[in-house]
């Protein structure tokens, strides 16, 4: 019955509050000194300012990831971004600016994040979505990684080599 649910949900929340825990939710700030948005896994949706423990935030922050408010903001799948019948991509990247940034930003029900941007648009993100923007990030970063190391190992090679061979 109708009760029973809401009482249950309501439990939920609760719990999830008084522990922390996000069910799934990311919690995304928007930090306007750096320019970023700070992204944590599993956090409450309280602002880092509503932590208690220095070590506890300090900690949270290790553990978050960055995300430019514009390369979030190009990533937007709306009707208005994208052609709802193709998929193909209506908005041109290149004009959102780099100095756009989130305006409000609220959880929509329990699977995405509302966002009004400076630009006078409103995104709806679920959290799978930006999480899959982090991933996309950090395995470019890898990858660049794993490229800069090859480079580096080929450079070190070359160097033995021609050491090698002046003996």
């Known amino acids: 019955d109708l009760a029973t649910t809401v009482a249950r949900e309501v439990g939920k929340i609760k719990y999830e509050q008084k522990n922390g825990i996000a069910a799934g939710r990311l919690n995304v700030v928007y930090e306007e000194g750096e320019h970023v948005l700070r992204i944590m896994q599993g ?27 514009a390369e979030l903001r190009r ?9 709802e019948l193709t998929g193909k991509q ?8 780099d100095s756009v940034r989130p305006l409000k930003m609220e959880p929509y029900g329990n699977y ?4 009004d941007w400076s630009d006078g648009h409103r995104s709806l993100y679920p959290y799978r979505q930006i999480q ?25 090679q070359e160097e033995v080599t021609t050491v090698t061979t002046a003996n």
């Open 75 to 83: 990533e937007c799948k709306c009707a208005a971004c994208v052609e």
């Open 43 to 69: 956090l409450s949706n309280s602002s880092p300012e509503d932590t208690k423990d220095d070590e506890e935030e300090s900690s949270n922050k290790s553990k978050a990831s960055t995300l430019s408010p």
């Open 90 to 97: 209506i908005l041109i990247k290149t004009t959102i600016p």
């Open 132 to 156: 899959g923007i982090l991933d996309e990030q950090k395995e470019k970063v890898a990858e660049e990684d794993e490229e800069k190391s090859g480079s580096e190992q080929e450079v070190k």
């Open 112 to 115: 995405a994040l509302s966002v």
